[in-house]
């Protein structure tokens, strides 16, 4: 807030004083008197405005030039809270990056594991847990199978005859 303070000066006018003697003038009347002292103050008058209306604008360019650089200063505020922002954002999905890598790579890993695991089981199961046993026939017409399967304790017993086509 601008305030203007203009203090009341009284203008006194000094006649330059001349080198030469000149004749003394009879002194002035009561209305010249009141004439200059009316134009004295008008002269003030007119002076104390002059320096309001300056007063005044230098207020209102002030206060202009404050509003122009507080907003420069908010808006260099914002950009820099915007960069810091999107720094802060491309390190959070770095390091979110670089966390998924990590855990895939270990997943892989680790079911890699489980594969060679599981093979090494289902052929050392198979090779230790069963085996097959069996018998055929063969005659002109007909194929006749017998085929014991041994799963630990259980037996699985197939038996068959497939026939065959007789072609002449």
């Given at each position: 807030?601008?305030?203007?303070?203009?203090?009341?000066?009284?203008?006194?006018?000094?006649?330059?004083?001349?080198?030469?003697?000149?004749?003394?003038?009879?002194?002035?009347?009561?209305?010249?008197?009141?004439?200059?002292?009316?134009?004295?103050?008008?002269?003030?008058?007119?002076?104390?405005?002059?320096?309001?209306?300056?007063?005044?604008?230098?207020?209102?360019?002030?206060?202009?030039?404050?509003?122009v650089l507080a907003r420069m200063l908010e808006k260099r505020r914002l950009t820099a809270l915007e960069l810091c922002v999107r720094q802060e954002w491309a390190a959070i999905t770095l390091q979110s990056w670089v966390r998924m890598w990590l855990?895939?790579?270990?997943?892989?890993?680790?079911?890699?594991?489980?594969?060679?695991?599981?093979?090494?089981?289902?052929?050392?199961?198979?090779?230790?847990?069963?085996?097959?046993?069996?018998?055929?026939?063969?005659?002109?017409?007909?194929?006749?199978?017998?085929?014991?399967?041994?799963?630990?304790?259980?037996?699985?017993?197939?038996?068959?005859?497939?026939?065959?086509?007789?072609?002449?």
């Amino acid at each position: 807030m601008c305030q203007i303070i203009i203090e009341e000066v009284e203008v006194h006018q000094k006649k330059a004083e001349s080198k030469s003697p000149k004749p003394k003038k009879k002194p002035p009347s009561d209305t010249d008197r009141a004439a200059k002292k009316i134009q004295a103050w008008w002269r003030g008058t007119l002076v104390r405005r002059t320096l309001l209306h300056a007063a005044l604008r230098a207020c209102i360019i002030q206060c202009w030039w404050r509003k122009v650089l507080a907003r420069m200063l908010e808006k260099r505020r914002l950009t820099a809270l915007e960069l810091c922002v999107r720094q802060e954002w491309a390190a959070i999905t770095l390091q979110s990056w670089v966390r998924m890598w990590l855990i895939r790579r270990r997943y892989c890993r680790l079911l890699n594991a489980v594969r060679i695991i599981q093979i090494n089981w289902r052929w050392h199961s198979c090779h230790t847990r069963g085996f097959f046993h069996g018998t055929y026939e063969l005659t002109t017409s007909q194929l006749r199978l017998e085929l014991d399967i041994i799963l630990g304790s259980q037996i699985c017993r197939i038996t068959d005859c497939i026939p065959f086509p007789i072609k002449n």
